[in-house]
């Protein structure tokens, strides 16, 4: 379903992604780690067509992103890791808004998905504020539901915990695996590795912009060597970070 | 004192960081010129002004006395307004306000500090604009070096001062206001202000008084002139301090308006810190209040937009429907109109006071000449409208831009869309404008035809180039979207416009001369004057053509490289 091919992206003469090659498949929830400044959110953005490669391609549904742009973005939901939205808007006039340019029509189906999605996430008792009045949480739940309002053939999502309680934080991951067993694809950046563990299929290890380590759980605990759980494989395979750490608590 | 300093450093760090390491060295220097070309304009223009006055008689020197006072007491309101809208986002909206607080720093330094901050963000148009007036002064009057240092301590005087009453007036209305929507609240009031201020001014009609015959007797006239503005007004002490040291050998008096207008200055710097220490962080903690929703208006907005974006597709009636909601949901855009009202009545009211009669040239003849210059004049002021609301469309977007641009939804068409959207008001105001002027003028047919055909024209041009210039230089993490259209892209916006403008001028000008030479001697065009006519109107048509396209194709390349 995803297929990244040799993707690059060079900021002024920096790196930030050196030659990527992934390919995801369909229904697949894909975990993508990695420390701060490693290329993670770089990654997703050119995935969802906010950034433009420096070179390699991006392959959704078969398509090329760079030359059927369009016809990709229609299959792709997007969750950026800081929910901008436009604050003079109310959430149900902003799922309009975002039905409008997906020309998802305006009929009588559309207002029902709309509700039925502001319950999923609670916040039909806040439909018809204004979103400047929302609190960074609910402008995150509200920008997922426009990510679902679709019905996309792949999800990406960038920090997709930042911002939400714990009852929120669990409905996501529900949501997460319920989309992929209908045969949605979720490629989702994250810190919180916790979540990685429970939610993802397959996870990738992204380091000074490449991939370091890629597979389940399983096989990166072989791959590195070590027993327990997702944050000692982390620290294990991210080595020069953890040195730096173990050097600073011994010294304190 | 020390946290003080500390506290103004990131800005002073900030400014050096973004001079040395900016990647484009050729901003500052076409800025820098244009700002040396402005000032030069300005000080050619004064002096011209100062000389005529001092060519007439007796009341010559009356004359530049009072447009001493006038100058002064203008900067010195705008300089009010300045600092209210900049001391509300110092003082109470900037981001890094929560970190700021969060130190064990003092109240009253951290008030201090962003003192400074609104003080440097109001104060420097007193440079660029004042300087070369009174430079001018100096030209025509040539005193001693005493004036120079008096023009630099009184005006810095008359800033703090100005900004003293800004702050202070922002500090108790922020206080007094309810928490939510304090910033929108404010925003209007001030701009009503503005509005009443700038009519009041004009209505008085001050070219009076340059025009004895408006008055009965000269007695009347001469003491018109030398009314004395209130004597408890700091730019009357400054504007006489200034006098005196023109005019007097030596220029040693007014010591006492001098004295006046530093304690004053003095003085509401301690009011200020004082009220501050009472009030400021409570209005502070208020603002940070979520806003809550007024539903006021919607079904009749609802209506509205229905209405207009019915023809539109499902994706171009979005964007519409979006930027619409969002304009008149937003007091800080909508009370702007406010403005474009004022400046419109007055534009049109210049022209009911004009004194065609009193001209030695042909009555008819000069309204048809005025109503061509008008073209080129209401030209401007579209562009100037153009400036605010259609060069920013595209920033508008804000940081929200990801959405337009992880959508399916092409940037042609999103562009394009946002043409569109403004076409139309931007039409019907540049014909309401040259439509009711050239009635005003009562000007020929033939020149009603062409002037309001060539405004047509333009103002898809005009749309067109700030559409483009926009998305050239999108500013997508403004703090206010005013703000958007007095940088670079602004500027470059309106020195192409006016070039635009005038190109389109000149070329009418041949086929309008040729046609009314033609009428006032009776005789009949021959084939090489429609031959030139019709050259000149083909390339005022290719001109347009290419205005609307090249900046439109401009743009969207740019926006589709924007990252």
């Given at each position: ?15 930030a ?8 498949k ?8 990695g ?10 953005k ?13 392959i ?5 992103l760079?030359k059927?742009?369009?016809a990709v973005k ?7 890791d ?9 959430g ?34 806040w439909?018809?504020e ?19 309002l ?8 960038d ?13 996501v991951k529900?949501?997460f ?11 989702m ?8 563990e ?5 996870i990738?290890i992204?380091?000074s912009?490449e991939?370091?380590?890629?597979g389940t ?20 395979l991210?080595?020069g970070?953890?040195?730096e ?8 | 004192?020390?946290?003080i300093?500390l ?20 901003r500052?220097?076409i ?21 005529h ?15 001493l006072s006038?100058?002064?007491l ?8 300045s ?10 909206f900037s ?5 700021c ?25 007193l440079i660029?604009f004042g ?9 025509v ?23 003293g009453?800004?702050?202070l ?19 209007l ?13 004009r ?17 009347q ?8 503005q209130?004597?408890?007004?700091p ?14 050998v030596?220029?040693?008096?007014h010591?006492?308006e ?9 003085a509401?710097m301690?009011?200020n810190?004082?009220?501050a220490?009472?009030?400021y ?25 229905r ?18 909601r ?21 534009y ?17 003849f ?7 210059l ?9 562009a ?24 399916p939804?092409r940037?042609r068409?999103?562009?394009?869309a ?25 000007v ?36 206010n979207?005013?703000q ?5 892209g ?6 192409i416009?006016?070039i ?12 309008v001369?040729?046609?009314?030479m ?5 005789n009949?065009?021959?084939l090489l004057?429609?031959?030139l ?25 740019a ?5």
């Amino acid at each position: 379903m995803i297929k990244l091919i040799n993707l690059t992206k060079i900021y002024k003469g920096l790196c930030a992604v050196n030659r990527i090659n992934l390919e995801i498949k369909k229904g697949t929830v894909f975990g993508f780690l990695g420390p701060n400044g490693a290329g993670k959110t770089t990654t997703i953005k050119m995935m969802a067509g906010v950034l433009a490669p420096s070179s390699g391609q991006i392959i959704i549904d078969g398509m090329d992103l760079a030359k059927d742009t369009s016809a990709v973005k229609q299959r792709v939901g997007f969750i950026p890791d800081s929910p901008f939205l436009y604050e003079k808007l109310t959430g149900v006039e902003f799922l309009h808004f975002i039905a409008g340019l997906y020309r998802l029509g305006r009929g009588q189906s559309l207002r029902h998905r709309i509700s039925e999605l502001l319950e999923l996430f609670d916040l039909n008792n806040w439909a018809e504020e204004l979103i400047e009045g929302y609190s960074h949480g609910m402008k995150q739940r509200l920008v997922m539901c426009a990510a679902l309002l679709q019905e996309p053939k792949v999800i990406i999502v960038d920090e997709p915990m930042v911002g939400l309680d714990p009852r929120a934080a669990r409905l996501v991951k529900i949501i997460f695996r319920d989309q992929a067993h209908k045969g949605t694809t979720i490629f989702m950046s994250t810190h919180s590795l916790d979540v990685a563990e429970e939610v993802c299929d397959e996870i990738a290890i992204i380091q000074s912009g490449e991939i370091i380590a890629r597979g389940t759980s399983e096989v990166l605990r072989r791959q590195a060597g070590v027993d327990g759980n997702l944050e000692n494989i982390f620290l294990k395979l991210t080595e020069g970070k953890r040195g730096e750490d173990e050097r600073y608590l011994s010294s304190h | 004192m020390r946290d003080i300093y500390l506290l103004i450093r990131p800005r002073v760090l900030g400014f050096r960081n973004q001079l040395i390491r900016s990647e484009s060295r050729k901003r500052p220097i076409i800025l820098g010129c244009l700002g040396i070309v402005f000032c030069g304009g300005m000080f050619f223009l004064s002096s011209r002004v100062l000389l005529h006055f001092q060519s007439v008689q007796v009341i010559g020197d009356l004359l530049a006395h009072q447009l001493l006072s006038m100058i002064l007491l203008s900067f010195f309101s705008l300089l009010i307004f300045s600092h209210i809208i900049t001391a509300l986002s110092n003082l109470y909206f900037s981001k890094d306000l929560e970190l700021c607080h969060s130190t064990p720093v003092l109240l009253e330094e951290i008030f201090v500090s962003r003192v400074v901050h609104t003080f440097l963000d109001s104060s420097w148009m007193l440079i660029l604009f004042g300087l070369p007036i009174f430079m001018a002064y100096a030209f025509v009057y040539r005193p001693g070096p005493y004036f120079y240092l008096l023009v630099l301590h009184m005006n810095l005087a008359m800033a703090i001062i100005a900004a003293g009453i800004g702050i202070l007036v922002t500090m108790l209305l922020v206080y007094i206001f309810p928490g939510h929507r304090t910033r929108d609240l404010i925003i209007l009031l001030t701009v009503m202000m503005a509005i009443a201020l700038y009519m009041m001014f004009r209505f008085l009609r001050p070219e009076r008084l340059v025009n004895p015959d408006a008055f009965f007797s000269v007695a009347q006239y001469l003491s018109a002139l030398k009314m004395p503005q209130s004597p408890y007004l700091p730019t009357h002490w400054i504007a006489e301090s200034l006098w005196a040291s023109l005019t007097a050998v030596g220029g040693k008096g007014h010591s006492f308006e001098v004295m006046l207008t530093w304690t004053t200055a003095g003085a509401i710097m301690v009011i200020n810190v004082w009220v501050a220490h009472g009030v400021y962080f409570m209005g502070y903690s208020k603002s940070r209040e979520a806003k809550k929703r007024r539903l006021g208006g919607k079904k009749i907005l609802d209506m509205f937009v229905r209405c207009v974006t019915r023809p539109l597709g499902d994706d171009l009636g979005a964007i519409v429907s979006k930027d619409i909601r969002t304009f008149f949901r937003d007091n800080s855009q909508w009370s702007q109109l406010l403005l474009l009202v004022a400046l419109v009545v007055v534009y049109l009211y210049n022209f009911t006071v004009l004194p065609l009669d009193k001209s030695p040239v042909r009555l008819d003849f000069l309204q048809n000449e005025l109503a061509f210059l008008n073209m080129g004049l209401a030209g401007f002021v579209l562009a100037a409208v153009c400036a605010r609301f259609v060069f920013t469309a595209v920033s508008a977007e804000g940081e929200a831009y990801w959405i337009v641009r992880s959508s399916p939804l092409r940037i042609r068409r999103y562009l394009w869309a946002k043409y569109l959207l403004y076409l139309f008001p931007m039409l019907l105001l540049a014909e309401v404008l040259i439509i009711v002027t050239d009635y005003l003028l009562d000007v020929t047919c033939f020149m009603m035809i062409l002037s309001s055909c060539t405004m047509f024209l333009m103002v898809f041009a005009i749309v067109a180039l700030g559409i483009g210039c926009g998305a050239i230089y999108p500013n997508f993490r403004y703090q206010n979207i005013a703000q958007v259209s007095t940088g670079f892209g602004g500027v470059l916006y309106m020195i192409i416009s006016s070039i635009f403008i005038g190109i389109v001028i000149v070329l009418e000008a041949g086929p309008v001369y040729i046609v009314f030479m033609s009428k006032m001697l009776g005789n009949t065009l021959t084939l090489l004057e429609w031959i030139l006519i019709i050259v000149a109107f083909l390339g005022v048509l290719v001109i347009n053509i290419v205005a609307i396209f090249k900046p439109m194709e401009m743009g969207l390349r740019a926006l589709c490289e924007y990252e």
